[in-house]
C-alpha cells in the first residue's frame, strides 16, 4: 500500500473529525454573538486572563463554548500529566492549534480519575 492510500476506517475517522469541527465552529460564530454588551465583553476578557495556558484567542473560543469553564486540556494530557480521562460521552471544546487547523479539549468537570488539576 502507498502512503498516499488512506485506509477506510481511517478517511472515516477523518470524516467524522471534519464535520465535528465544522459543526462546532458553526455553534461558535452563533455563540459569539451574545458578546454584546460592554459587561459581557469585560467578562470574557476577565476570562481570558484567569486561562494563561491558552492563546487569548482560544480562551476566548474556550468561553463561547463553556462559559466559566476552569481548566481544560486534551485528552492526552487528561491522561498523561493529570492521570484523568474525559468521561464517556463528553462534549470536546474546540481550539485552533498552531500545527494543524483545530484540536479538541476537555473541562476538568467533563474528566475523571485519581488525578487533579490547576
Do not use: H
Request: glycine fraction near 6%.
Amino acid at each position: 500500500m502507498s502512503e498516499s492510500t488512506v485506509k477506510p476506517e481511517n478517511q472515516q475517522k477523518e470524516l467524522f473529525e471534519a464535520e465535528a469541527a465544522r459543526s462546532l465552529l458553526d455553534q461558535l460564530l452563533t455563540d459569539s454573538r451574545l458578546y454584546t454588551q460592554s459587561k459581557d465583553y469585560k467578562a470574557l476578557l476577565d476570562f481570558v486572563v484567569r486561562l494563561r495556558n491558552f492563546a487569548p484567542f482560544n480562551a476566548m473560543l474556550l468561553q463561547v463554548q463553556k462559559p466559566g469553564l476552569s481548566y481544560a486540556a486534551s485528552a492526552r494530557d487528561w491522561r498523561e500529566r493529570f492521570g484523568r480521562t474525559p468521561k464517556e460521552g463528553s462534549r470536546p471544546l474546540l481550539i485552533l492549534w498552531p500545527f494543524g487547523p483545530v484540536a479538541f479539549v476537555y473541562d476538568v468537570l467533563d474528566t475523571e480519575g485519581t488525578g487533579g488539576a490547576g
